[in-house]
C-alpha cells in the first residue's frame, strides 16, 4: 500500500461513507429530558406538524395572510414562550439549540414574506422551515 497512497485514502473514504450509510444504525445523539419535558417537547413537536399542514392548506387556498399568522404565533419567534422554550432549552446542547432557533427564525421570516402576499417566495420561505425541522431530527433523538 505504501507505493499507493491515493488507493489508501480512497479506502479510507469508502469505509467511513460505508460506516456512515450502514442500514439500522442510528447516529443520532441522544439528549436525556427529565420524563415531563419529554412529553412537553412531543407534544410541541405534534403541534409543529400539524402547524405546517395548517399552512399548506392555506397558501392552497391562496389565504397567506392566515398561513403568516399560524407560523408566527406557533412555530415563530412569538411562539417561544408558549413552548417554554428557555426551560427547555437548558437541557438541550448547543447544536439542537440552534436547531431550534434556526427554526423559530426561518418561521418568522415566512410569517414576514407571506404576508407580502407573493406565494411562490412564500413557499421558498416554508421550505427553510421544514429544512429546520428535517436538520434537527438527523442529528438528535430524546428516546
Ligand atoms: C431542535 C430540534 C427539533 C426541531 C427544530 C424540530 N424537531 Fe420535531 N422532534 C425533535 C426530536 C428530538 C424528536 C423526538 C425524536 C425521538 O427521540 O423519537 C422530535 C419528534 C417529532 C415528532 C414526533 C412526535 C411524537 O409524538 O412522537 C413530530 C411529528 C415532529 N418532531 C415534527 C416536527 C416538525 C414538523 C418540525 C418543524 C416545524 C420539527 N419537528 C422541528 C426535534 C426537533
Known amino acids: ?5 491515493v488507493i489508501r485514502h480512497l479506502s479510507a473514504g469508502l469505509l467511513l461513507m460505508m460506516g456512515m450509510s450502514h442500514a439500522g444504525e442510528d447516529a443520532r445523539q441522544l439528549v436525556k429530558l427529565p420524563d415531563m419535558m419529554q412529553q412537553h417537547m412531543l ?10 399542514n395548517q399552512i ?3 397558501m392552497a387556498d391562496d389565504e397567506l395572510d392566515k398561513a403568516a399568522d399560524v407560523a408566527e404565533t406557533r412555530l415563530g419567534m412569538s411562539s417561544l414562550e408558549a413552548h417554554g422554550a428557555s426551560h427547555m432549552a437548558r437541557f438541550m446542547p ?18 414576514r414574506t407571506a404576508q407580502e402576499g407573493d406565494a411562490l417566495p412564500a413557499y421558498k420561505a416554508l421550505a427553510e422551515i421544514t429544512a429546520a425541522c428535517v436538520s434537527c431530527h438527523a442529528g438528535y433523538r430524546i428516546r
Open 1 to 5: 500500500m505504501k507505493r499507493f497512497p
Open 43 to 52: 407534544h410541541n413537536m405534534r403541534d409543529h406538524l400539524a402547524s405546517i
Open 56 to 58: 399548506l392548506s392555506y
Open 94 to 111: 448547543e447544536g439542537m439549540r440552534q436547531a431550534g432557533t434556526r427554526m423559530h427564525k426561518a418561521a418568522s421570516r415566512f410569517a
